[in-house]
């Protein structure tokens, strides 16, 4: 399962059409594509480039590296990269727990890792999120020990090349050293002091990777460590509150699009160029369904059905996937000829294991001339905590759909503007679903508010505004 560079797994079933009269629904195409979990490495000139910065840093800066300044516990506040672990960011690799060679254990005592890993990876949906930007984060106070940029940051192939990154000393013997950033991204510079949820750079695939992801390695004393607890790592957890792992199924993208869609490779799959829609001009359309798809389980079957206005099935597909053990990541890909022949509201609705794991609306006009773009639906923002907390980062977080964000579809981008007292102090562009203000920007009894706008490229949403201006009572 965790092997690079393993074959795609691919099933596909062909439904035709019904020939028993014209009320009975029209089928189409399917099929199912394993993709291999990323996995990672740091290259032995970084590592030994990395070793001696730290080596030179820890003669120079003693006390950091291996005092603490209270009986306060050693924690991780939150995770350093923005977004949802189990939404758009998804968990593929912790630490190998198993130092015995070809065989692997994660720190739950499952296999959501591989062979002598030594980080966490978390990856997120493809590479068009990543030209957006989604941020990582310092996840404490520390020093910069060493930075670097400048590499090529679309990988997708296992090669022995120079990655982007981070290394912070956060106290206590811990270092954490964060990898595969996007180029020009890094936006902090050795021997710079930072505050928990400073912006260290944004999320890429340079260097060993073959996926768009955070690589987040802890070390404490010189030595890998798992910071997460279970019962296959004794001891207590480094995380304040643990990060969740999304074990179970769910859909982390859908999208319509106009023909045959076709996926060759998975190269294809990550750049994510096709054409997204959510209308169609009346009559005889082609058209393709993806779903991105988490956890799939084994033996999993599906049902896809498109709708018409009045509830009524026009095209329909059903059977097994065919897969012999679970997917992590996978995605399916069904295909349509239908008769669009009423305009209104349509639907595609498909049941994955019996269950309606998508239920997404679009529209038919009666010409192409009436196919238009629409700007993204309103989110609802709110602020976590939703006053501020001495030393303690604040949190934008986004409620919305992953799938039907956009009415057509499209990959959307979120604009964060952060104020305190009336003064902006924060502003980006991200296609994550939250946004961190960094810990001590704001005071206790400082009024903060975060106005999202989302757009997909083209047009802006409407706003939402969580928190107090000054200008409010």
């Not at 596909?12 to 009975?24: K, N, Q, S």
């Amino acid at each position: 399962m965790h092997a690079f560079g393993k074959v795609l797994l691919l099933v596909a079933f062909l439904i035709f059409p019904a020939v028993a009269g014209a009320e009975e629904p029209a089928g189409g195409t399917a099929e199912l594509v394993e993709l291999p979990l990323p996995k990672d490495s740091i290259s032995p000139a970084q590592v030994a480039r990395i070793e001696a910065a730290i080596a030179a840093y820890q003669k120079r800066k003693p006390a950091l590296a291996q005092a603490e300044t209270d009986d306060t516990p050693y924690l991780y506040p939150f995770f350093p990269q923005a977004g949802f672990l189990g939404k758009d960011l998804f968990l593929t690799n912790f630490t190998d727990q198993d130092s015995r060679p070809g065989l692997i254990r994660d720190w739950d005592c499952s296999d959501y890792t591989y062979d002598g890993h030594q980080g966490h990876d978390s990856v997120i949906r493809t590479f068009r999120e990543q030209a957006i930007g989604v941020p990582v984060f310092a996840v404490r106070d520390g020093v910069v020990v060493d930075a670097h940029d400048g590499e090529p940051d679309l990988n997708t192939e296992w090669r022995n090349v120079a990655a982007n990154y981070v290394i912070i000393d956060h106290g206590g013997g811990y270092i954490a050293w964060y990898f595969h950033f996007k180029r020009g991204s890094v936006a902090v510079a050795t021997g710079q002091h930072v505050t928990a949820g400073t912006q260290l750079g944004l999320t890429g695939s340079s260097g060993i990777s073959n996926w768009p992801h955070l690589h987040f390695e802890t070390r404490k004393n010189g030595a890998w460590f798992e910071p997460s607890a279970g019962p296959c790592r004794s001891g207590d957890s480094l995380w304040a509150s643990q990060p969740p792992v999304e074990r179970g199924f769910y859909v982390a993208d859908f999208l319509l699009t106009p023909g045959r869609l076709s996926i060759p490779d998975r190269d294809t799959f990550l750049f994510d160029e096709a054409a997204r829609t959510g209308t169609f001009a009346k009559g005889m359309q082609t058209f393709s369904v993806r779903m991105d798809l988490r956890n799939l389980p084994t033996r999993s079957t599906y049902r896809v059905s498109v709708l018409n206005p009045r509830g009524k099935v026009a095209a329909e597909i059903s059977d097994g996937f065919g897969n012999s053990g679970p997917f992590f990541l996978a995605y399916g890909l069904f295909g349509f000829d239908v008769n669009l022949d009423t305009p209104g509201k349509w639907r595609v609705r498909a049941e994955i294991n019996g269950g309606v794991a998508v239920d997404a609306p679009f529209t038919v006009v009666n010409t192409a001339r009436q196919v238009k773009n629409r700007p993204p639906k309103k989110v609802t923002a709110r602020l976590s905590p939703k006053s501020p907390v001495e030393g303690q980062v604040m949190a934008c977080e986004i409620q919305t759909s992953l799938m039907s964000e956009d009415p057509d579809y499209d990959i959307v981008s979120y604009r964060y503007e952060w104020k305190v007292n009336g003064r902006v102090v924060r502003s980006v562009t991200s296609a994550a679903l939250m946004d961190l203000l960094p810990a001590g920007v704001a005071r206790a009894k400082d009024k903060v508010s975060c106005k999202v706008v989302p757009s997909d490229g083209k047009r802006s949403g409407p706003a939402s505004v969580a928190g107090r201006s000054v200008e409010e009572p």
